[in-house]
């Protein structure tokens, strides 16, 4: 069992920077993947980031290459994800989540976070 808690959302200006942390909980925390993912008013949830368990591999979606950084401390339990450069579009609720797959999909990830808003605005 992993439980997920996010915090670092908030309001900011386009063009401006957050980071997204999730502490874990769970004594094999270091044995999943994590992905960010964002659920904008009217949307589905898609994946934005993951982390490889070891921290050793990061993939994005397409939209937030270079001015997203994914990042873990397993000493810390906790996975970052520092978003740069960011515009409007960027606006949703994220979640962290684990698994032990990885992957893009939502139906690969088990264990999620309650969310943490992040408003961007113009």
């Known amino acids: 069992q992993v439980q997920l808690v996010e915090s670092g959302g908030g309001l900011v200006q386009a063009g401006g920077s957050l980071r997204l942390s999730c502490a874990a909980s769970?004594?094999?925390?270091?044995?999943?993947?994590v992905g960010w993912f964002r659920q904008a008013p009217g949307k589905e949830r898609e994946f934005v980031a993951g982390?490889?368990?070891?921290?050793?591999?990061?993939y994005y979606v397409d939209s937030v290459k270079g001015r997203f950084t994914i990042s873990r401390d397993n000493a810390k339990k906790t996975v970052y994800l520092q978003m740069n450069s960011l515009n409007p579009e960027d606006t949703a609720v994220y979640y962290c989540?684990?698994?032990?797959?990885?992957?893009?999909?939502?139906?690969?990830?088990?264990?999620w976070g309650q969310g943490t808003q992040v408003t961007v605005s113009s």
């Open positions: 769970g004594r094999t925390f270091s044995n999943y993947a």
């Open positions: 982390i490889s368990w070891s921290g050793s591999s990061t």
């Open positions: 989540a684990a698994t032990l797959w990885g992957g893009e999909y939502v139906r690969n990830y088990p264990y």
